[in-house]
Nanobody, 120 residues
């Protein structure tokens, strides 16, 4: 079993910044390098959608709406993935979920989510 714990959400004004963190732990067999890590968001009344993901070697992919504003990174020594969110907009308001995808067996794990609210 893999546990993902997110932190760093909150209320911020438009144009502000937040940094989300997701710490992975759990099974002794969990090897962080086997996981592509991602951040997803879900706004009220909408489906959960991908924000960004990062491979073990640092390859990244972003949804178009966050390119140039958000940066995903990972610290493999700390089993942690980050999402730096700059120039936040009200439409970024959502619950943000951390995701871990095992590249060998394609099992997925989710965190509990952290609320991000962008409002003046």
């Amino acid at each position: 079993q893999v546990q993902l714990v997110e932190s760093g959400g909150g209320l911020v004004q438009p144009g502000g910044s937040l940094r989300l963190s997701c710490a992975a732990s759990g099974s002794m067999f969990m090897m962080f390098r086997l996981y592509t890590m991602g951040w997803y968001c879900q706004a009220p009344g909408k489906q959960r959608e991908l924000v960004a993901h990062i491979t073990y070697r640092g390859g990244t992919n972003y949804t178009d709406s966050v390119k140039g504003r958000f940066t995903i990174s990972r610290d493999n020594a700390k089993n942690t993935v980050y999402l730096q969110m700059n120039s936040l907009k009200p439409e970024d308001t959502a619950v943000y979920y951390c995701n871990a995808l095992n590249i060998l067996n394609l099992r997925e794990y989710w965190g509990q989510g952290t609320q991000v609210t962008v409002s003046s």
